[in-house]
């Protein structure tokens, strides 16, 4: 299965954007979804992830409350609403489909990713 992540672009703090992962080759359904960053010259971070079903959404403490993840698995795309961005969620931004949901290290399909630059 192929990710496609979209929406990246810069905006000021204070904004919002929404980013889109979308997949083909195959059904994003089988696998819960993470979401990744990574600032120039820093490790990749995980960001939250949303299991196979939506029920189940988690956020790291640094985006908690701004950001948001959805999918419509009918589109066979999942969601990343940031909002109240800051400077130091600058960054490109990953999709990953997981393995499991519990275990955001256990990765099948990563996307190629998306830049978002926060201005301040």
């Known amino acids: 299965v192929q990710l496609v992540e979209s929406g990246g672009g810069l905006v000021q703090a204070g904004g919002s954007l929404r980013l889109s992962c979308a997949a083909s080759?195959?059904?994003?359904?089988?696998?819960?979804v993470g979401w990744f960053r990574q600032a120039p010259g820093m490790e990749r971070n995980f960001v939250g992830a949303?299991?196979?079903?939506?029920?189940?959404?988690y956020n790291e403490d640094s985006v908690k409350g701004r950001f948001t993840i959805s999918r419509d698995n009918a589109k066979n795309t999942v969601y990343l609403q940031m909002s109240s961005l800051k400077p130091e969620d600058t960054a490109s931004y990953y999709c990953?489909?997981?393995?499991?949901?519990?275990?955001?290290?256990?990765?099948?399909?990563w996307g190629q990713g998306t830049q978002v630059t926060v201005s301040s």
């Open positions: 949303i299991n196979r079903s939506g029920g189940r959404i």
């Open positions: 080759g195959g059904t994003i359904s089988r696998w819960a």
């Open positions: 990953a489909a997981l393995r499991r949901f519990s275990d955001p290290g256990r990765i099948d399909y």
